[in-house]
């Protein structure tokens, strides 16, 4: 198993960017794919972007792609989220979780979570 922890999160304004990270405990991490999901206040958890084990392949949501990048270091066992030119839609709590398969999108196919950071956008 791992365990995830979520930080960087914060209030900002609109255009602004935030980098989040996901640091990851356990010797087992690189096995992992990890995935940025966010949750908006009375909405579902939604998908955000994911990457594979080695960091080869990523995914992301159509809502953030050009703007959003993962990342992920191994030897350091974290995952980054560069958010750019953030929006008020972005507004949510973000979570990493570790899963099977990079290319899942949907939170059921991730098995651990950590506890979320929040992310504020005003306009």
């Known amino acids: 198993q791992v365990q995830l922890v979520e930080s960087g999160g914060g209030l900002v304004q609109a255009g602004d960017s935030l980098r989040l990270s996901c640091a990851a405990s356990g010797r087992t991490f690189k096995t992992y794919a990890i995935g940025w999901f966010r949750q908006a206040p009375g909405k579902d958890r939604e998908f955000v972007a994911s990457i594979s084990r080695s960091g080869d392949s990523t995914y992301y949501a159509d809502s953030v792609k050009g703007r959003f990048t993962i990342s992920r270091d191994n030897a350091e066992r974290m995952v980054y989220l560069q958010m750019n030119s953030l929006k008020p839609e972005d507004t949510a709590v973000y979570y990493c979780?570790?899963?099977?398969?990079?290319?899942?999108?949907?939170?059921?196919?991730?098995?651990?979570w950590g506890q979320g950071t929040q992310v504020t956008v005003s306009s």
């Open positions: 979780a570790a899963g099977n398969y990079y290319a899942y999108d949907l939170p059921a196919k991730y098995d651990q």
